[in-house]
């Protein structure tokens, strides 16, 4: 395993740890996309399927159960536990244009027509998009608190180094995946904007909320539709 690849790991690690301790501390789900978690929660199950089947390493294991487990117990926090602090007002990004044209694009463009290949790959395809509802939620509220601000900083850093992670293996290993590279790099042009204001407004990290440059402006932000760890068989989201 690369250093590129295990600091992708634990940046994902950290994000959602970051989340989760933002809300048992806080007692409060108040600027955190539950639509969000939900697809997260959905990208994990169906891409650790062949945790029934296979036994790759006590790292990859590991690893699987803690996302799933984490995603789960975020899911329950926000719907559940702590739903009267849940603001689905703003949440309202309509998720089924997600869900449904992924689904046939995992039908259409796979490695193996088979159920576990088709699900995998759903599952790297909508986890390119499944931070939508979550930045579309800020677009629309026009802050969101320090702490979210972080959550989504170390979600875009796991992705930038799981980039180079490929690259690194495509000169070194041979390894190239199509599939997982080009989710990969539309996951992280989705972060681009974010994070080029969590680099240049260092200030905004030690406020209590976070602007975006668009809703400085006083516009509203439009978000179109445009993989943790996601190497097929050594890591933990790539199975």
Same mark, same amino acid.
């Given at each position: 395993?690369?250093?590129?690849?295990?600091?992708?790991?634990?940046?994902?690690?950290?994000?959602?740890?970051?989340?989760?301790?933002?809300?048992?501390?806080?007692?409060?789900?108040?600027?955190?996309?539950?639509?969000?978690?939900?697809?997260?929660?959905?990208?994990?199950?169906?891409?650790?399927?062949?945790?029934?089947?296979?036994?790759?390493?006590?790292? *990859?294991?590991?690893?699987?159960?803690?996302?799933?487990?984490?995603?789960?117990?975020?899911?329950?926090?926000?719907?559940?536990?702590?739903?009267?602090?849940?603001?689905? *007002?703003?949440?309202?990004?309509?998720?089924? !244009?997600?869900? /449904?044209?992924?689904?046939?694009?995992?039908?259409?463009?796979?490695?193996?027509?088979?159920?576990?290949?088709?699900?995998?790959? !759903?599952?790297?395809?909508?986890?390119?998009?499944?931070?939508?509802?979550?930045?579309?939620?800020?677009?629309?509220?026009?802050?969101?608190?320090?702490?979210?601000?972080?959550? $989504?900083?170390?979600?875009?850093?796991?992705?930038?180094?799981?980039?180079? *992670?490929?690259?690194?293996?495509?000169?070194?290993?041979?390894?190239?995946?199509?599939?997982?590279? /080009?989710?990969?790099?539309?996951?992280?042009?989705?972060?681009?904007?974010?994070?080029?204001?969590?680099?240049?407004?260092?200030?905004? $990290?030690?406020?209590?909320?976070?602007?975006?440059?668009?809703?400085?402006?006083?516009?509203?932000?439009?978000?179109?539709?445009?993989?943790?760890?996601?190497?097929?068989?050594?890591?933990?989201?790539?199975?």
């Amino acid at each position: 395993m690369n250093i590129f690849r295990l600091t992708g790991d634990l940046s994902h690690l950290a994000a959602i740890i970051i989340l989760l301790l933002k809300i048992w501390k806080s007692r409060s789900c108040a600027g955190i996309s539950g639509k969000s978690q939900v697809l997260f929660a959905l990208v994990f199950t169906t891409r650790y399927l062949d945790l029934l089947t296979s036994f790759i390493s006590l790292y *990859n294991t590991t690893m699987k159960v803690i996302y799933i487990g984490c995603s789960y117990a975020t899911v329950y926090l926000i719907y559940m536990k702590l739903k009267a602090t849940y603001d689905g *007002n703003h949440d309202t990004f309509r998720v089924e !244009f997600l869900i /449904v044209p992924v689904g046939g694009l995992a039908f259409l463009v796979n490695h193996d027509f088979s159920p576990l290949e088709i699900l995998w790959t !759903f599952s790297i395809y909508l986890e390119s998009v499944a931070i939508l509802p979550q930045l579309f939620m800020i677009s629309k509220t026009g802050e969101a608190e320090t702490i979210t601000t972080h959550y $989504l900083f170390f979600l875009g850093l796991y992705r930038a180094l799981y980039l180079i *992670n490929w690259i690194w293996r495509f000169y070194f290993e041979g390894f190239f995946d199509m599939i997982a590279i /080009v989710a990969g790099v539309v996951q992280t042009i989705l972060y681009c904007d974010f994070f080029y204001l969590y680099v240049t407004k260092g200030e905004a $990290l030690w406020k209590p909320t976070y602007q975006p440059r668009s809703a400085a402006r006083g516009n509203h932000v439009h978000v179109s539709t445009r993989d943790a760890p996601m190497d097929r068989h050594l890591i933990p989201i790539g199975r």
